[in-house]
């Protein structure tokens, strides 16, 4: 650019002495100008970054072009023309410089973009992870609470039985606990006596008369078992009639079998929940009869029976 501006100098100080002709067709001057706006235009960087730049530089050289065909004197063409030059160079300089500042901002830009992007990345292994972890922790509670809905009374079996040529050590056993089954219900039908209104105005003396005569007469008959049921018998069908003596139609009281249920707590234990210790460490077994104060193990620490 300096080279070209340098010769421009040059050649309008010639002709500055050479006085006001006109410019002759090929003048070098406005041939290099004319290369240098030309160059400008066909630089797609110069379009996009310098537009204002190049437009002022074909302005100029236009200028020059007019004041040449207005016959112009060849000092003010050559004025216009060496601006113009130096107008296109400033258009090519300032594009290169515009370029690679938004090169530079667009790399900003792509990196801040990765940047963000691995962010997200990473926080949504994260969140997998945490998900994860959520889910076999769920699955632990589930599993946690299918145990604790399953039949706590039932042992775990597995085989303890000795293997063949297996040797075998004493296990110092250090906690027991029996394990005893749920509560069992136990249910029975006996006769009661049944008001099928209310309980005010029963013959409570005409009830329990009723009832001891109704006793004395069922223990007549049979013997035995046969005879205590007749008597239990006698005693609720003499009460229903003693009763009701006395009473309307509509409140009379009967005897009617009835079922009663209760609940017996289990008399023996199901299981015995054994700890002991083995070569420093705690096992636990489940075992069908009450252990002694050692067990029966492997090298593995298994026990055996």
């Known amino acids: 650019m300096f080279r070209t501006s340098a010769r421009s100098g ?20 406005m041939e290099d100008a004319r290369l240098s706006v030309n160059a400008a235009r066909s630089n797609p960087q110069v379009a996009s970054y310098a537009p204002l730049e190049l437009a002022q530089a074909v302005d100029t050289l236009r200028q020059a072009d007019d004041l040449n065909v207005r016959g112009g004197s060849v000092g003010e063409v050559h004025q216009l023309a060496a601006t113009a030059s130096q107008r296109a160079a400033l258009a090519q300089q300032v594009a290169r410089t515009r370029a690679d ?26 969140a997998q992870i945490q998900a994860a972890a959520a889910q076999r922790q769920a699955e632990e509670a589930q599993r946690v609470a299918a145990s604790m809905r399953a039949d706590a009374y039932a042992p775990t079996t597995y085989d303890y039985r000795r293997r063949a040529d297996e040797r075998l050590y004493e296990a110092r056993v250090t906690y027991v606990r029996a394990v005893v089954g749920p509560p069992q219900q136990r249910c029975w039908v006996e006769p009661a006596l049944i008001d099928n209104k209310t309980a005010a105005g029963v013959n409570i003396p005409g009830a329990i008369i009723g009832g001891a005569i109704g006793g004395i007469i069922g223990h007549q008959i049979g013997g035995g078992r046969g ?13 229903a009639v003693g009763a009701n003596v006395g009473r309307g139609s509509e409140g009379l009281v009967y005897s009617q079998n009835v079922q009663r249920c209760e609940y017996v707590p289990a008399s ?4 015995w929940d054994v700890t002991y210790v083995f070569a420093g460490y705690e096992h636990r077994v489940q075992v069908t009869a009450p252990p002694g104060p050692t067990i029966l193990v492997n090298a593995q620490g298994e026990p055996r029976v």
Request: with cysteine; proline share 5%.
């Open 227 to 239: 005879q205590d049921i007749a008597t239990g018998i006698g005693v609720l069908g003499g009460a």
């Open 101 to 126: 500042e938004a090169a530079i901002i667009a790399q900003r830009k792509a990196a801040e973009a990765q940047l963000t992007a691995d962010l997200s990345r990473r926080q949504a292994e994260s």
């Open 268 to 271: 023996q234990a199901d299981y």
């Open 10 to 29: 040059v050649m309008l100080v010639a002709l500055a002495v050479a006085g006001c002709a006109s410019v002759p067709p090929g003048d070098p001057v």
